[in-house]
């Protein structure tokens, strides 16, 4: 079965600290996105890749990085984690053209402290 | 405007009933549109794709598509409890993928 695996389903972290999240697809896909969601904003694109070492900013990039080094691998980073970051986060992946849809992940809640 | 507009709800429909979920979209040259449906505390997940005008069936759900009023609808008949979750619609223009914010859905037994 194709997957999406994000490392960690839920994590608390102290206001400061540098966060990483880690998402893996075995799907060999190109495209990779970080998204966070939150209750009545719906789903905002913060960063993503159409290949390896590449990046891209979505909508709302400040205050986190990516890094991806490995095609299957794409990872998000909250470089000094804030209470506004507390969120659940979602990595997804598709292949591209315009027939694909995505592939999401199981998700992350950080939650801030 | 955004991109992709969904009534937020809540939508509630008795077990066995059919489920309305509509969605209209602003991109004219949007490709391919697809329906993820959300259970609470989990992650999207995809149930149905179409790409042509009409409709499309796969099991319960059905998908219609008219692109001349860029509308995108999803029926659900027979409407179960295990249904009641929140369906999100999503479009890709081949440059961008656009999701709506949800509607929710409840399935009252």
């Known amino acids: 079965d194709v997957k999406v695996t994000q ?6 972290k102290r206001t400061g600290e540098k966060v990483f999240l880690e998402c893996v697809q075995d799907m060999d896909h190109e495209n990779m996105f970080w998204y966070r969601q939150d209750p009545g904003l719906g789903l905002r694109l913060i960063y993503f890749s159409y290949d390896v070492k590449m990046k891209e900013k979505g909508d709302i990039p ?8 490995k095609k299957e691998r794409f990872s998000l980073i909250l470089e000094s984690a804030s209470t ?11 292949t591209p053209g315009r027939y694909y849809g995505y592939t999401f992940g199981s998700g992350t809640r950080l939650t801030v402290v | 405007q955004k991109e992709v507009e969904q009534n937020s709800g809540p939508l509630s429909v008795p077990e066995g009933a059919i489920a309305s979920l509509n969605c209209t979209y602003s991109d004219r040259v949007s490709q391919s549109f697809f329906w993820y449906r959300q259970y609470s ?27 001349a009023s860029q509308y995108v609808s999803l029926l659900i008949r027979d409407s179960q409890p295990s249904d009641s979750a929140t369906y999100l619609c999503a479009v890709n223009t081949g440059n961008q993928f656009y999701f709506g914010t949800g509607t929710s859905l409840t399935v009252i037994p």
């Open chain 1, 7 to 12: 490392s960690s389903r839920y994590l608390v």
């Open chain 1, 62 to 69: 400040e205050g986190y990085s990516v890094s991806r080094e």
């Open chain 1, 84 to 94: 506004n970051q507390t969120s659940m986060y979602l990595c997804a992946s598709n």
């Open chain 2, 41 to 67: 505390g989990k992650s999207p997940e995809l149930i149905m794709s179409i790409y042509s005008n009409g409709d499309k069936e796969d099991g319960r759900f059905t998908a219609q598509l008219n692109k």
